[in-house]
């Protein structure tokens, strides 16, 4: 009853070792192949291949081959420029106004609301020195604004005169030292002393923000309801400072979002600055914002306490940092505050 089943066992044995010979063979045929090809080529080969082969530079090749490596680096690219030939590329002419400041064509990219009742225009100010289309950046804020009733005016922030992190621009006397400078010196480094926006370009900066919010201003002109302003980062603290000395028309409304300056002796005054301006503000800081933000946050609180301020608030946005998902919960933090105010 076990012959067939001990015949079976003995056929898989065979057709096993017979596919093993098999595959050894065919190894060794290609090794023998390869062996005489490689002897072929190398009796073939004229005597001064070598001598051309080692004179190519493998520079000159790639430049051959890759004609882009000519081309000038992506951070000599001025970002302002960047910015305006991606809006001019990417949408139409009637979806953004021009006009020059100080030289420099800037573009106001105006979105229309998508209620019948327009409730007014927010300005919405990105960052210094970042692009205001990115995903990361406040043009996340413009759908959901535009479905609440507000027209929208997508504003980039001026990068004129404000480097921060050039050395060309810090006193070498207050640069914040090295790990080994700490490790040779024994003189405390004062923390007040670490100054990163020069005076000069600071205020030439200022000026160049205030003149562009009064350009803006005449355009909100052309359409009805209040005058919302939303800012983030430096923009939001340099447009405090503005809006506190009342040196150009006043917004109905300031959205300050994660206002800082990268320098202690701007950056201690913004609590004040924000206090002291006449519109109601709502503050919102992240907790993943850097330490320049959230050092002033308890003192923003208590400055516009002591200022009696009316209808400011204070929220902190929880989770990640800042993305499409963090502004959909910074627009409904924007709507409960301006609904509780009656707009």
Request: negative net charge; charged residues 20%; proline residues 8%.
């Amino acid at each position: 009853m076990n012959t067939p089943f001990h015949l079976t066992i003995c056929l898989i044995f065979g057709l096993l070792l017979s596919s093993v010979a098999f595959a050894q063979e065919a190894e060794d045929t290609q090794t023998e192949q390869d062996t005489s090809s490689a002897s072929s080529t190398e009796s073939s080969s004229p005597p001064n291949a070598t001598s051309d082969a080692t004179s190519t530079s493998p520079t000159e090749d790639l430049s051959q081959r890759n004609p882009r490596l000519d081309l000038p680096p992506p951070s000599v690219i001025e970002l302002a420029k960047q910015q305006n030939n991606d809006i001019k590329r990417y949408m139409d002419a009637d979806h953004y106004r021009k006009f020059e400041i100080n030289g420099v064509e800037q573009l106001l990219v105006i979105s229309e609301s998508h209620t019948a009742l327009t409730k007014g225009v927010a300005v919405i100010v990105a960052e210094t020195g970042t692009n205001s289309l990115s995903r990361h950046a406040l043009a996340e804020l413009v759908k959901p604004l535009n479905a609440t009733g507000w027209v929208t005016v997508l504003l980039p922030a001026p990068t004129f005169a404000f480097e921060p992190i050039k050395g060309k621009n810090l006193n070498p006397e207050k640069i914040p030292p090295t790990l080994e400078d700490k490790a040779t010196t024994k003189q405390p480094f004062p923390f007040e002393d670490r100054e990163q926006i020069p005076d000069s370009d600071f205020t030439t900066h200022e000026s160049h923000m205030t003149e562009l919010m009064e350009r803006v201003v005449e355009v909100s002109n052309n359409y009805p309801g209040f005058f919302l302003v939303v800012a983030q980062g430096t923009s939001a603290a340099w447009l405090s400072k503005i809006y506190a000395e009342q040196t150009i028309s006043q917004p109905d409304a300031l959205v300050a979002i994660s206002p800082y300056w990268p320098d202690y002796r701007y950056n201690k005054q913004l609590p004040k600055w924000l206090a002291r301006v006449p519109a109601p503000v709502l503050d919102i800081y992240n907790s993943w914002d850097n330490a320049w933000i959230k050092k002033t946050a308890p003192q923003r609180v208590i400055e516009a306490e002591k200022a009696l301020k009316l209808h400011y608030r204070q929220r902190e946005i929880v989770g990640q940092p800042y993305d499409k998902q963090q502004f959909l919960y910074v627009a409904k933090e924007i709507y409960g505050w301006l609904t509780h105010m009656g707009w």
